[in-house]
C-alpha cells in the first residue's frame, strides 16, 4: 500500500486491478502510478458536543479524543472515578441518525488503557447498545470488564443526566436499564463519545 498525502489526482484510466492514474504531488512533481485499487480518504470533521452532558460548561467534561490526549501526557493521576458516556450526537431522531461504528471501540480501548495505567481507577461505560463488531473487539469488551471496567446500559427515553456535585466532582444519574432504578455515580471526570 502506497499513502499519497497533499495530493490531488489529474486522471485515472482503466478499470478495478489495472488503473492508470497520474497523481500531483504538493511539490508539483507529477507521477504516473499503475494501480489495482485506489481509496480516497477525505477525512472528516471532529464533532463538538457543546451544550451536551455538560461539554463547555464543566472542565471535567471531555470527547474521548481530549481524553486520548490526556492519557498521553500523563495528566489523568487525580481521576478517581471517570464516566463514559456513549452515543452522544449519534442515534438521534434529528442530526446524526446513524452509529459512527467506532466510538464504542474507543471507549473499550480508553477505558482498558487507564485500567492499565492506574489500575486503582474506576471506569463506568454507559451505553445503548455496544457496539463490538466481529470476535476480535468483543475480546476487548471482555478484557475490559475483566479489568473491572463497569458497564451500565440505559435506555434512549431515560438518558444519563450530568450535574454539579460538591468538591469540583460532578454526578452522574442514569437510569440503570437492568435495576430498573435510577443511579447516581459522581465521577471525578465524564467523558463524551462522539462520532
Not at 500523563?74 to 459512527?100: A, F, H, P
Amino acid at each position: 500500500i502506497e499513502v499519497l498525502t497533499s495530493s490531488v489526482v489529474q486522471q485515472v484510466k482503466g478499470f478495478i486491478g489495472n488503473f492508470d492514474v497520474t497523481v500531483k504531488r504538493e511539490n508539483y512533481m507529477t507521477a504516473n502510478l499503475k494501480v489495482g485499487t485506489i481509496v480516497l480518504a477525505t477525512g472528516a470533521s471532529v464533532f463538538e458536543p457543546v451544550g451536551m452532558y455538560g461539554y463547555g460548561e464543566y472542565n471535567n467534561v471531555v470527547t474521548q479524543l481530549q481524553l486520548e490526549s490526556l492519557l498521553k501526557e500523563n495528566k489523568l493521576d487525580r481521576s478517581k472515578i471517570i464516566v463514559m458516556i456513549q452515543c452522544v450526537g449519534s442515534r438521534e431522531e434529528k442530526g446524526r441518525t446513524y452509529c459512527s461504528r467506532v466510538c464504542c471501540m474507543e471507549a473499550l480501548k480508553n477505558a482498558i488503557l487507564i485500567k492499565e495505567s492506574h489500575p486503582g481507577t474506576d471506569v463506568y461505560i454507559l451505553f445503548r447498545d455496544l457496539q463490538t463488531y466481529g470476535g476480535h473487539y468483543e475480546d476487548y469488551r471482555r478484557m475490559a470488564q475483566d479489568m473491572g471496567v463497569k458497564f451500565v446500559k440505559y435506555i434512549l427515553e431515560k438518558p444519563p443526566k450530568v450535574v454539579p456535585a460538591e468538591n469540583g466532582k460532578l454526578g452522574v444519574n442514569v437510569y440503570h436499564a437492568l435495576l430498573g432504578e435510577v443511579v447516581n455515580i459522581e465521577a471525578d471526570l465524564v467523558v463524551l463519545s462522539t462520532p
